[in-house]
Antibody, heavy 118, light 108 residues
């Protein structure tokens, strides 16, 4: 079955960096784009970034543009989110999300928690 | 950027009652690229409806979606105890793929 497992979360000071990873299995990873979506405690989900299946196109939310970078390794079925210059409002659970071929977000990982605090 | 507003913020119902949740977009959502998610405490969002009206795999038929353009509705025909949760709408047609602020369905 389709599985997405995030890792790499933790506690980091403001201005610091973290790299999140997502291990995908159960589907043809190299044929699909992938999303990162985050959710602060008690808030709505917030889409963060998307990477096309072949990594030729990447899209970012304005709130993270210039600080976060999405990438992927199709040989390892992995997608990454490099987060630099972290701020307090980046504190959230970060989900790796697989879209269906018809674009809707149909499978979510369990998430990894990022806390930005001094 | 398409923003989504859900109403009501909280819906208090008894099991067996009908639930009607609304979501309004600031711009027309093309090709009905519109979804509804259910989220329970400590869990990831779960896809319920996509394409405005198609049920995701395994979703009970008491859940139905309708609407087009800027106005969308999620209906639960008879609320079951396991349906009490927060529901989010989302448009996935154009980046940024925004979500609504959520409707909490609580037990009356």
């Amino acid at each position: 079955q389709v599985q997405l497992v995030e890792s790499g979360g933790g506690v980091v000071q403001p201005g610091g960096s973290l790299r999140l990873s997502c291990a995908a299995s159960g589907f043809t990873f190299s044929s699909l784009g992938m999303h990162w979506v985050r959710q602060a405690l008690g808030q709505r989900p917030e889409w963060v970034a998307f990477i096309q299946y072949d990594a030729t196109k990447k899209y970012y939310a304005d709130s993270v543009k210039g600080r976060f970078t999405i990438s992927r390794d199709n040989s390892k079925n992995m997608v990454y989110l490099q987060m630099n210059n972290l701020r307090g409002d980046d504190t959230a659970v970060y989900y790796c999300v697989k879209p269906h071929v018809t674009l809707h977000m149909d499978v979510w990982g369990r998430g990894t928690t990022v806390t930005v605090s001094s | 950027e398409t923003l989504l507003t859900q109403s009501p913020a909280t819906l208090s119902l008894s099991p067996g009652e009908r639930a009607t949740l609304s979501c309004r977009a600031t711009q027309s959502v093309g090709s009905n690229n519109f979804a509804w998610f259910q989220q329970k405490p400590g869990q990831s969002p779960r896809l319920l409806i996509y394409g405005a009206s198609s049920r995701a795999t395994g979703v009970p038929d008491r859940f139905s979606g309708s609407g087009s353009g800027t106005d969308f509705t999620l209906t639960i025909s008879k609320v079951e105890p396991e349906d009490f949760a927060v529901y989010y709408c989302q448009q996935y047609g154009v980046s940024p793929y925004n979500f609504g602020q959520g409707t909490k369905l609580e037990i009356k």
